[in-house]
């Protein structure tokens, strides 16, 4: 396939790692692979809640079981298995692009947070269909405003690429040597001369 025919998203970026046709063959298509995996497991991570609530509604134990089995079989069959793509094909980009970056350091601390959703769900989907058990609105609605949040800090990060150092976001003086004695001073009440 020509590479003149891809869209300039997947090439545009910092780096200038994969030069030569194969090279960039490759990362076309780690980058296809990793955006459809993102995107099933993102709308995975936001609708699953929303499948969760109807677990107060169920009329008889079928609709509770046809729920279940909905449920279960969305997050083992779709979900993880695109958030182990997502991570995988991610990783593999990162070092044919060497995205060696801060927004590439803070795109990460983001999706952490959002692997940590995915497993807390597979956690909520074993005791949503104990007996007894709901999952209530304020929950729904958390759940699914703060992986919005993750998303768009992720898609920021990721499509804006913001050039930032992480040092410039401390005060100066802690990259400073010997700037400790001053801060202490400044704190301490019985300065030594
Ligand atoms: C461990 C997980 C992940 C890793 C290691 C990873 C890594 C990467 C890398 C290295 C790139 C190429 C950047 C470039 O070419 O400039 C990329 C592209 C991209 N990633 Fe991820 N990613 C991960 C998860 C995610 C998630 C969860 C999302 C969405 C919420 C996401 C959305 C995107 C998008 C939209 C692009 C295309 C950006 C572009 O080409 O301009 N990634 N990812």
Redesign the pocket.
């Given at each position: 396939m020509e590479l003149s025919s891809f869209p300039r998203?997947?090439f545009?970026?910092?780096?200038g790692k994969g030069r030569g046709s194969r090279g960039s063959l490759m990362?076309v298509w780690l980058?296809i692979i990793?955006?459809l995996a993102?995107s099933i497991?993102?709308a995975g991570l936001v609708s699953l809640p929303g499948l969760y609530v109807q677990r107060a509604h169920v009329a008889d134990r079928d609709a509770l079981y046809r729920l279940q089995r909905m449920v279960r079989f969305s997050y083992v069959v779709f979900v993880s298995p695109a958030a182990f793509v997502?991570?995988a094909s991610?990783?593999g980009?990162?070092f044919a692009?060497e995205?060696f970056t801060s927004w590439?350091s803070a795109?990460?601390v983001l999706?952490g947070v959002?692997v940590v959703i995915h497993t807390l769900t597979g956690l909520v989907i074993i005791r949503l269909f104990e007996e007894g058990q709901v999952y209530p609105v304020w929950r729904f609605i958390g759940a699914t405003a703060f992986a919005l949040v993750m998303?768009v800090g992720?898609?920021y990060f990721?499509?804006a690429?913001p050039d930032f150092e992480f040092a410039d976001l401390l005060p100066a003086a802690l990259s400073e040597p010997g700037a400790l004695r001053p801060i202490a001073d400044s704190i301490n009440p019985w300065a030594s001369p």
């Open positions: 998203i997947f545009h970026g910092p780096s990362i980058k990793h955006i993102v497991w993102m997502a991570v991610g990783i980009l990162i692009r995205t590439m795109k990460l999706v959002l998303i992720v898609l990721v499509l690429k």
